[in-house]
């Protein structure tokens, strides 16, 4: 199953609503998790099941969708929250990753 | 506390075999998906491959399949990918992270280790 995440990257300021989708090559029902990744570091869980926010996760951040199309938004960009963003379906193996959402400073 | 902490950077040549570690602690090692990402430098991530180590169930990539082999010991809570001969593309970042659900590999990582850097070169 192939993802596609658009767009590639974005530009946004501080206080934006930002959407990211990501599209499947077939269904993965709700199977799709979203993480964050900063420079050097290794991703984060930020969304599973599509929808769920992980504990920990502010509340900025929500998840939509099922089969084949999702979205990740964030509902006002924080500084802290220019990263890649990648999505990661989980519903038959290889449980293959987008290619990942670079979020910058506008 | 859950922990993943990988092996240390490598560097090697073509040809060469490798294994790095992940040593997991602060959970029960055996009920939980635990696998393998690689990052190539500046570049998205690709799933490698997963291991329940209760029974050793391993599922991996077709990309990876037969390229690499991951495995687990529950003696000492560690799980491992090796591989028998390196080539240059094989230089990236590998993170090793552990499925957040109990028994199930349907969503997504929450522990991650911290990487290991495999350079190889001749």
């Known amino acids: 199953i192939q993802l596609t995440q658009s767009p590639s990257s974005l530009s946004a300021s501080v206080g934006d609503r930002v959407s990211i989708t990501c599209r499947a090559s077939?269904?993965?029902?709700?199977?799709l998790t979203w993480y964050q990744q900063k420079p050097g570091k290794a991703p984060k869980l930020l969304i599973y099941?599509?929808?769920t926010l992980q504990s920990g996760v502010p509340s900025r951040f929500s998840g939509s969708g099922s089969g084949t199309d999702f979205t990740l938004t964030i509902s006002s960009l924080q500084p802290e929250d220019f990263a890649t963003y990648y999505c990661?379906?989980?519903?038959?193996?290889?449980?293959?990753f987008g290619q990942g959402t670079k979020v910058e400073i506008k | 506390e859950v922990q993943l902490v990988q092996s240390g950077a490598e560097v090697k040549k073509p040809g060469e075999s490798l294994t790095i570690s992940c040593k997991t602690s602060?959970?029960?090692?055996?009920?939980?998906?635990i696998g393998w990402v690689r990052q190539l430098p500046g570049k998205g991530l690709e799933w490698m491959g997963i291991i329940y180590p209760t029974d050793s169930d391993t599922r991996y990539s077709p990309s990876f399949q037969g390229q690499v082999t991951i495995s687990a010991d529950q003696s000492t809570t560690t799980a491992y990918l090796q591989w028998s001969s390196l080539k240059a593309s094989d230089s990236a970042m590998y993170y090793c992270?552990?499925?957040?659900?109990?028994?199930?590999?349907?969503?997504?990582?929450?522990?991650w280790g911290q990487g290991t850097l495999v350079t190889v070169s001749s």
């Open positions: 602060g959970y029960r090692f055996s009920t939980y998906w």
């Open positions: 099941a599509a929808s």
């Open positions: 990661q379906q989980l519903n038959s193996y290889p449980h293959t």
């Open positions: 992270a552990r499925q957040w659900k109990f028994s199930s590999p349907n969503y997504g990582f929450e522990y």
């Open positions: 077939q269904g993965v029902s709700s199977y």
